[in-house]
Nanobody, 115 residues
Framework: QVQLVESGGGLVLPGGSLRLSCAASGSILSRYVMGWYRQAPGKQRELVAAIDSGGSTHYADSVKGRFTISRDNAKNTVYLQMNSLKPEDTAVYYC?????????WGQGTQVTVSS
């Protein structure tokens, strides 16, 4: 069983930055594919960024060049650095861990980009 706890969300002005953290417990995070998803009101949950056990990354087109996913296996933590934030980035952001058939979700953290 893996427990994921997100932190770092909040209210930020357009053009600002935030760094989300996802701390994992209950398993060795380095084996998992880790991802950040987001869900805006009235929309489906979508993949924002993912990083595999080898460090290869994938980003949604809408965040390429602005967001960076990284992992610190020693701390069992995954990060999402978000720069040049836009109002359309407003959503609840969820951390996700996948290993074979096992999939785990965090409780989510709200990110609001507004002036």
């Amino acid at each position: 069983q893996v427990q994921l706890v997100e932190s770092g969300g909040g209210l930020v002005l357009p053009g600002g930055s935030l760094r989300l953290s996802c701390a994992a417990s209950g398993s060795i995070l380095s084996r998992y594919v880790m991802g950040w998803y987001r869900q805006a009101p009235g929309k489906q949950r979508e993949l924002v960024a993912a990083i595999d056990s080898g460090g290869s990354t994938h980003y949604a087109d809408s965040v390429k060049g602005r967001f960076t996913i990284s992992r610190d296996n020693a701390k069992n933590t995954v990060y999402l650095q978000m720069n040049s934030l836009k109002p359309e980035d407003t959503a609840v952001y969820y951390c996700n861990a996948q290993l074979g058939p096992y999939v785990y979700w965090g409780q989510g953290t709200q990110v609001t980009v507004s002036s």
